[in-house]
């Protein structure tokens, strides 16, 4: 068994055969009374997991899909706190692991010791960082650990060996492949790198891997989940949601893990 419970989770469903999937949500989107809605939608769908987007005004590694997504959901009043206040309501009935993905910045103003309470007590099991390299986040990584929750690192196709091994070794729940270099966003296809990068983070890791970025059908999905345990799917799932087009959403899940 591993440390958390979100990896455990994840080992449970690659048991099974299946890649993992988690789709990528913009919290606010659509309105904060969506949140809820929109997860429970996307597990009965067949998740994995879900990564809870925290909109944020400077969104560095965000392309440009879901950066408007971002200031739609900033527009409709989204904060961290109000994410969390929703995301608590549903704890105990909830059955699918939740990720948030914040920038540093939200974490740094709610207070980090605050914020790591307010997601345990929220039942937040994971979150990414983006934006804080290696070297700075032993504060941040202190009290994630505290209070239980997986802190998720993201691996750069650009890193060295060296580094990725470190990177690898520890990562908390699954490790997250970026599998192109720039922002996100959909790709027509993904470089052949792409495949050894992949194949290589699997060797290295002993928490499940996800490729993410780039990926927006089952083609891609399925031929990238063949070498490692699964994918993370972001603009695509956003702009589906944001054009109500949930039997899409079902399909692009559906087709991937049958
Ligand atoms: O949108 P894409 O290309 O499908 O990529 C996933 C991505 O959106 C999601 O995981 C994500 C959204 N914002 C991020 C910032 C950094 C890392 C990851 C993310």
Redesign the pocket.
């Known amino acids: 068994m591993g440390k958390h419970k979100l990896e455990n989770t994840l080992n449970q469903i690659k048991a099974t055969g299946k890649p993992l999937f ?1 789709p ?1 949500m913009m919290a606010g989107d659509g309105g904060i009374d969506q949140i809820n809605e929109r997860i429970n939608f996307l597990a009965e769908c067949g998740a994995s997991a879900i ?1 809870l ?1 925290i909109p944020f005004s400077d ?1 560095v ?3 440009p ?2 950066q408007d997504a971002g200031l739609r959901a900033l527009q409709n009043g989204t904060t961290l706190k109000l994410v969390l206040d929703e995301v608590r309501k549903q704890k105990e009935s909830r059955s699918i692991p939740i990720i948030l ?1 914040t920038y540093i910045n939200p974490i740094w103003n709610y207070g980090y010791e605050q914020f790591a309470k307010d997601c345990d007590a929220a039942g937040v099991d994971g979150i ?1 960082i ?1 934006d804080i390299p290696m070297e700075e986040e032993e504060d941040i990584a202190a009290q994630l650990s505290a209070n239980g929750i997986a802190f998720i690192r ?1 691996a750069a196709m650009t890193s060295p060996d060296e580094r990725l091994k470190k990177i690898a070794g520890m990562s908390e729940g699954f490790l ?1 492949a ?1 599998s ?1 270099s720039g922002t ?4 027509a296809q993904h470089e052949e790198n792409t495949l050894n990068y992949l194949e290589k983070l699997t060797k290295l890791s002993s928490v499940p891997v996800l490729a ?5 059908n089952p083609d891609q999905a399925k031929y990238l989940a063949a070498y490692c345990d699964g994918v ?7 702009h589906l949601f944001a054009e109500e087009k949930q039997t899409e959403i079902r399909e692009l899940i559906g087709e991937t893990i049958k």
Not at 184 to 187: F, I, Q, Y
Not at 212 to 216: A, E, L, M, N, R
Not at 232 to 238: C, D, F, L, Q, R
């Open positions: 988690i990528y990564e987007g969104p590694a965000d392309g899909v879901i993905m990414i983006p993201l997250y970026v192109v996100t966003g959909e790709r993410g970025f780039g990926i927006s993370i799917v972001g603009s695509k799932i956003v």
